[in-house]
């Protein structure tokens, strides 16, 4: 990566401040109840103990609109973290001000105190100067481990590597680096599989990945209205009727610059958006009015699957049908099964791309699972993540 690491300077005695995506679901009695962001932690934790750094971490938690709100406490965080690493992880009583700093101070070679939620401040969101500069005085290093955030340019995510010297914690060079492997040295042929709801949700993806791939496969909702553009009776499906224009000139794009771009040819559609609505398998000829497409069908599962499994690269953002749903789930299993299966180099990114692998048990058997929705769909874009740039070249 272009970017230092943690393994690139010294932090031995070093006032650390790591700013983790602790963004972790809680039930209702305020207990977590997913610790994998907590987990995917740990490496860089664990490695700043051993090598002696004071150890001062940062997160947000929800969204307590710039307000103190015990409801978004990191405390179960703290609780956990002390759990987890064997040894006392004090929560602060806030992020800045004499108390924290009195904390800090009192840190000492392999101590660990996690900051309270930072979105306390309506100045983190803001990048406030001021806000950053009491941040920064709290340590002498930065390091950014929260790529689900590293698309934002917040004062704990980037005006603060502005301050002090940033880089690259463990779990953001993994992110980083796997992506721009993937997007910039990928081993050919090179799979784009896209999905989701909507085409607009994901324009500039495309738009990048058609000066890439080899193939783009489109499934989904979005697979509707490219359908559409191409003349189909799409019935009650979602459409973006304002984007058909879009869709013909992607599908033009693709063909000038021989990009295979493969469409859904069968379909499940139901007359109800419900998942116990009756459903039928059918050709993309035979929709009816009052019918709407709410999964690929398996015919076009296998001819995807196909080009899938003699990928080298794949990179597949998107469900391809309403996989919450266990009728119309069976597109993005089959798929999910056909990308755990390639040899090649396999990355999945997206909130529901994530899930939906992780729900039917492929999660590892992909080469890169991304943690960050919005994050990795920028970096899908082309586009460089704030939270990066700020960071120390190497
Ligand atoms: P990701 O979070 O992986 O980027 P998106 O948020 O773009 O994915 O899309 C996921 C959503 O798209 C899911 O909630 C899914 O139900 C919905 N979806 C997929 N296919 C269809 C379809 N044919 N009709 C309506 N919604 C769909
Ligand atoms: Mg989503």
Redesign the pocket.
């Known amino acids: 990566m272009v970017k230092k690491g943690l393994k690139d300077i010294a932090v031995q005695g070093k006032r650390v401040f790591v700013r983790f995506d602790f963004n972790v679901p809680m039930d209702d009695h305020g207990n977590i109840s997913d610790d994998t962001r907590i987990l995917a932690a740990l490496p860089t934790i664990q490695y700043l103990m051993a090598e002696g750094a004071k150890i001062i971490l940062a997160s947000h938690l929800g969204r307590p609109k710039g307000k103190v709100d015990p409801e978004y406490s990191l405390a179960p965080v703290a609780q956990r973290l002390s759990e987890l690493l064997n040894q006392p992880v004090a929560i602060a009583p806030d992020c800045i001000g004499p108390e924290v700093e009195k904390e800090v101070a009192r840190l000492k070679e392999g101590e660990v105190l996690l900051l309270e939620n930072v979105r306390f401040h309506a100045a983190e969101e803001k990048n406030d100067p001021e806000f950053v500069t009491r941040l920064a005085n709290l340590a002498d290093v930065f390091v950014n481990d929260a790529f689900g955030t590293a698309h934002r340019a917040h004062a704990s995510t980037e005006g603060i590597a502005h301050r002090i010297p940033g880089v690259a914690g463990f779990l953001l060079q993994r992110e980083i680096e796997s992506i721009s492997q993937a997007m910039e040295g990928a081993e050919r042929p090179f799979v784009a599989i896209i999905?989701?709801?909507?085409v607009s949700?994901?324009i500039g993806v495309i738009e990048n990945l058609l000066s890439k791939v080899d193939v783009l496969i489109i499934?989904?909702?979005?697979?509707?209205t490219f359908l559409k553009a191409q003349g189909y009776e799409m019935g009650k499906?979602?459409v973006e009727m304002d984007k058909l224009p879009l869709a013909q000139e992607i599908l033009a794009k693709g063909e000038e610059r021989r990009v295979k771009i493969l469409l859904p040819q069968d379909?499940v559609v139901a007359k109800e958006?419900k998942d116990d609505a009756p459903y039928r398998i059918i050709s993309i000829k035979d929709i009816t009015e009052d019918e709407?497409?709410?999964?690929?069908g398996p015919e076009s599962a296998r001819v995807f699957g196909n080009t899938i499994i003699e990928a080298k690269t794949i990179v597949w953002?998107?469900?391809?049908?309403?996989?919450?749903?266990d009728n119309?789930a069976r597109g993005?299993e089959r798929v999910a099964q056909a990308v755990a299966k390639c040899p090649g180099m396999t990355i999945?990114?997206?909130?529901?791309?994530?899930?939906?692998v992780e729900k039917m048990g492929v999660a590892d058997q992909m080469s890169h699972i991304s943690t960050g929705?919005g994050a990795s769909?920028k970096l899908l874009e082309g586009k460089t993540l704030p939270g990066v740039a700020a960071l120390q070249d190497r």
């Not at 499934?219 to 509707?224: C, D, F, H, Q, S």
């Open positions: 999905g989701g709801a909507k949700d994901k499934g989904g909702g979005m697979a509707n499906s979602l379909v958006f709407m497409a709410l999964d690929i953002n998107g469900p391809m049908g309403v996989f919450e749903m119309f993005t999945v990114g997206g909130g529901d791309s994530v899930a939906a929705g769909l």
